[in-house]
């Protein structure tokens, strides 16, 4: 029971702070739709999504698979931001990274203290563990190129017209074409998050020297 409280509470904190990275960058560049709407707010009621904030997640934990999520998106009006495409790019693109770092910081505070080596107890160990590894999978999977994904956003800003006229007409049925992919090839997909994460964590073992 405590290890799923536990990872509930990593979920919904770095759930959050996707998001609100997501409103920041549109508010910086120009875009007060996520502001006017509440959504620059580190309360959860304001972002969680109880399926994929909380439901999902937990699910793939129980299995012991790779876990991801998400949360309600943030509203952002890409007209009124600055340099459009590629404004809309970085609004996307702030998500993951902030998931990245906050894998990177959880790790650097793991590494540096011995907590991630159990110099803390088994309860300590896990929760860094998990704050890491939850945080790498919530930054891979958004980074899938399929609408409404984070990806697909980097993706739509770097295409010719061809390939972006196919992301706005699959935008509404992105969802379930990502659920879908993953009911179809969860296997493969799974063996692609695990592979993504370890090259991670060996690069950040690389940085410390470990």
Known sequence: M??????LVIIIGSVILHELSHGLVAYWLGDRTAKDAGRLSLNPIKHIDPY???LVPVILFLLKAPVF????????????L???????ALVAIAGPLTNFLLA???????????????SGGEVAE????????INLGFMIFNLIPIPP????????AISPDGVRNVLAGIEQYGVFLV????????????????????????FFYLIVGH
């Open 179 to 202: 659920y879908i992919l993953i009911l179809l090839f969860g296997e493969v997909f799974s063996h692609l998050m695990v592979n993504g994460m370890q090259g991670i964590l060996d």
């Open 82 to 88: 600055k340099w459009r495409e590629w404004g809309m």
């Open 104 to 118: 990177f910081i959880f790790f650097l505070i793991g590494h540096f203290s011995g907590l991630l080596y159990g």
């Open 2 to 7: 405590i290890e799923i409280l536990l990872v």
């Open 149 to 156: 994904l984070d990806g697909s956003r980097v993706l739509y």
């Open 126 to 133: 896990f929760f860094i563990s998990e704050a890491i590894l």
């Open 52 to 54: 994929m904030s909380i």
């Open 69 to 80: 999520g998400g949360a309600k998106p943030v509203p952002v009006n890409h007209s009124n």
